[in-house]
T-cell receptor, first 114, second 116 residues
Framework: GNSVTQMEGPVTLSEEAFLTINCTYT??????LFWYVQYPGEGLQLLLKATKADDKGSNKGFEATYRKETTSFHLEKGSVQVSDSAVYFCALSAASGGSYIPTFGRGTSLIVHP | DAGVIQSPRHEVTEMGQEVTLRCKPI?????LFWYRQTMMRGLELLIYFNNNVPIDDSGMPEDRFSAKMPNASFSTLKIQPSEPRDSAVYFCASTRRASGSAGELFFGEGSRLTVL
């Protein structure tokens, strides 16, 4: 079956530090890949996505590149801010019988200190 | 455009009581998902619907849980009787299932359930 593995947190950084959150996946076929972000007390919201190999998704200074050869979709940001403190979920969506079935990782908590 | 709307946002109840959580998906979306989130187990898919029809309920923990989608704009998740281990945040999410769609989900803000 499909699965997503992401690094365990929490990840604790100082403001303006470089961020990497690793994500690898297993899937049949050609999934779309996503990063969602969950701020305290809120639901998940899409941060960025990539739908085919070598695509780069980007938003709010975050980037991730769909690497089919390494089955990875690592999240990066060059300079984090305190407001980036949240839980980040890597996910894939793969077609199954006409539906797109989402699979989520466990989430990685990011804490950014001033 | 309104997002996914869930109610209630918070529910505190006693063990044995019936709990009903409600969800209004985004207009035009034809797939709806119910998730449960806990610290121990993370985000779990409970059930999902396509065009109001339940497709996969294998994630529903046990018979105490049931979900319905009587029309395209409304779904309920019911727990009867509730138990303390059901305490969690329950999320509803919707998407537009269509050829070429990447399957991006739109989440509600969640219903935080506490069973005493």
């Amino acid at each position: 079956g499909n699965s997503v593995t992401q690094m365990e947190g929490p990840v604790t950084l100082s403001e303006e530090a470089f961020l990497t959150i690793n994500c690898t996946y297993t899937a049949t076929g050609y999934p779309s890949l996503f990063w969602y972000v969950q701020y305290p007390g809120e639901g998940l919201q899409l941060l960025l996505k990539a739908t085919k190999a070598d695509d780069k998704g980007s938003n709010k200074g975050f980037e991730a590149t769909y690497r089919k050869e390494t089955t990875s979709f690592h999240l990066e940001k060059g300079s984090v801010q305190v407001s980036d403190s949240a839980v980040y979920f890597c996910a894939l969506s793969a077609a199954s019988g006409g539906s797109y079935i989402p699979t989520f990782g466990r989430g990685t908590s990011l804490i950014v200190h001033p | 455009d309104a997002g996914v709307i869930q109610s209630p946002r918070h529910e505190v109840t006693e063990m044995g009581q019936e709990v009903t959580l409600r969800c209004k998906p985004i207009s035009g979306h034809n797939s709806l998902f119910w998730y449960r989130q806990t610290m121990m187990r993370g985000l779990e898919l409970l059930i999902y619907f396509n065009n109001n029809v339940p497709i996969d309920d294998s994630g529903m923990p046990e018979d105490r849980f049931s979900a319905k989608m009587p029309n395209a704009s409304f779904s309920t998740l019911k727990i009867q009787p509730s138990e303390p281990r059901d305490s969690a945040v329950y999320f509803c999410a919707s998407t537009r299932r269509a050829s070429g769609s990447a399957g991006e989900l739109f989440f509600g803000e969640g219903s935080r359930l506490t069973v005493l």
